[in-house]
């Protein structure tokens, strides 16, 4: 079972290199853009999986569901504490003197 989000991972990942490249590498915005949309991606999924299964759909199973809801709550607590380090990093930035 998956519960890392892999591109918010390499967000991260790259977010604590202290270099940057301009002219190479991948766009950090995107990489956060694209973590968004997977967990937008997954809470569809989710939904999707919870409407079949209580309309009755045969091949949707109990289990199925509540793994993909809970998949789905991980990625979001997840985008969440993402969310608040780095406004608290923001935050903290703004508090210094120059």
């Known amino acids: 079972m998956r519960i ?4 918010l991972s390499r967000a991260l990942a790259q977010g604590t290199q202290a270099k940057s ?3 190479g590498g991948e766009d950090f915005g ?6 968004v949309k997977e967990v937008n991606s997954a809470q569809q999924d989710a939904r999707g999986m919870q ?5 009755g759909q045969s091949g949707v199973e109990a289990h199925d569901v509540m793994i993909s809801m809970e998949r789905a709550s991980i990625a979001m607590q997840l985008t969440m504490q993402v969310r608040n ?3 608290e990093a923001y935050q ?3 508090r210094m003197q120059v």
């Open 30 to 35: 995107q990489m956060l853009m694209d973590a």
């Open 4 to 7: 890392v989000n892999e591109t």
């Open 51 to 55: 409407s079949a299964f209580m309309a």
């Open 21 to 23: 490249s301009p002219m």
């Open 92 to 94: 903290e930035l703004s």
């Open 85 to 87: 380090k780095v406004l």
